[in-house]
């Protein structure tokens, strides 16, 4: 009887904890632009893209971004479309600072990097390995029901 409520508490626990692993950004749904910022606001902000479009981009608290993104700085932009004058910034890459931007404190998060090997984004969650999370979860999941049969034990 033990080892089922044991059991059931720590399936509850794992599912708990992996509802946020698989909301992963799916990389097949985004694409990448890089371009200069145009505009920039409290939630959204506008590029010129390489090809000369302006696109504006939404930003939320999801979206991973460094501080001190200004009109003038060129930037990397992971999106994901929301319709055809709008989309959804996943993740911004500073790939160059305008020359008047101001020097950052050393409370601002350091910018992303654009990798050269295809234009993926790295840094930040933007690194986490899926699979590593996984595994971790796992291993966090085992712990939990190891820890729980000991305090059963201790309890009979």
Not at 82 to 91: G, M, T
Not at 126 to 141: K, Q, R, S, V, Y
């Amino acid at each position: 009887m033990h080892f089922r409520i044991t059991a059931l508490i720590a399936l509850v626990l794992a599912l708990a904890f992996a509802g946020p692993s698989f909301a992963q950004t799916d990389d097949e749904t985004t694409e990448i632009v890089s371009g200069e910022v145009i505009s920039t606001g409290n939630t959204s902000f506008v590029i010129k893209t390489d090809a000369g479009a302006l696109l504006t981009f939404v930003i939320d608290t999801a979206t991973a971004m460094p501080a001190g993104i200004e009109a003038g700085n060129r930037v990397a932009v992971r999106y994901r479309p929301l319709d055809p004058e709008r989309s959804e910034a996943v993740n911004v890459a500073l790939l160059e600072a305008s020359p008047q931007q101001k020097t950052p404190d050393r409370n601002t998060a350091a910018p992303l990097s654009l990798d050269e090997d295809g234009g993926s984004l790295s840094g930040g969650l933007a690194a986490a390995n899926p699979t590593m999370l996984l595994a971790l979860l796992g291993l966090t999941a085992v712990s939990g029901v190891v820890f729980l049969r000991m305090l059963a034990r201790h309890a009979a």
